[in-house]
Structure formats: C-alpha cells, structure tokens
C-alpha cells in the first residue's frame, strides 16, 4: 500500500483559511475510509474529520461548523477545509486509510 500524500500545510493568521488535500493511490483511496487527525506539541493525536468511501461525513465537535471534509473521486484526493482558524487549530495534520498513515502537513495559526 502506498503511503498518502497530504499537502498544503502553512502559516495563517487567527480567521485565515487554509486548504489540506491528501492524494492517495487507487488501491486505498476506493476501498477505505479517510480520515484527517492532527497533533499538536505535547498532546495525542486526535481525530478531526473523516469521509466514508460513500461521502457521509463526520467531525470533531471542536472543528464543527469550521471545517469541511470533501473528496474527488477522479483525483483521488481527500480535502479538508479549514476557515475560521485558530490558534489552537496549530498542529500537524495527517490523513490516514485503513492503518496507512500519510507523513503529515504543518498548519500553524498565529498572528
């Protein structure tokens, strides 16, 4: 299984947005669900959003209202969309399938 690729990581100020996407092999992407976790200096990675292989969605009660998870079946990619960021959003995201983890994107919000 070929390790996912997340991208679009960066710097933002508190109520920017941000864009991560997370490309994925044929072999992963149509057969599990995706989910994007993240994990911040000192704490557990935590579950924010995941997307089944039919598109129901689900969120952390932390990012609801904020974040979207969406997918493009002919890319192959997951998306997560971030607005209304904050500071406490800062973490490295990750997506995963299955037990495949992708390497991680740095989102840092600050002013």
């Known amino acids: 299984q070929v390790q996912p690729v997340e991208s679009g990581g960066g710097l933002v100020q508190p109520g920017g947005s941000l864009r991560l996407s997370c490309a994925a092999s044929?072999?992963?992407?149509?057969?599990?669900?995706c989910d994007w976790y993240r994990q911040a200096p000192g704490k557990q990675r935590e579950l924010v959003a995941g997307?089944?292989?039919?598109?129901?969605?689900n969120y952390a009660d932390s990012v609801k209202g904020r974040f979207t998870i969406s997918k493009d079946n002919a890319k192959k990619t997951v998306y997560l969309q971030m607005n209304s960021l904050k500071p406490e959003d800062t973490a490295v995201y990750y997506c995963?399938?299955?037990?495949?983890w992708g390497q991680g994107t740095q989102v840092t919000v600050s002013s």
């Open positions: 995963k399938y299955a037990a495949v």
């Open positions: 044929t072999s992963i992407f149509s057969i599990y669900n």
């Open positions: 997307i089944t292989r039919g598109g129901t969605t």
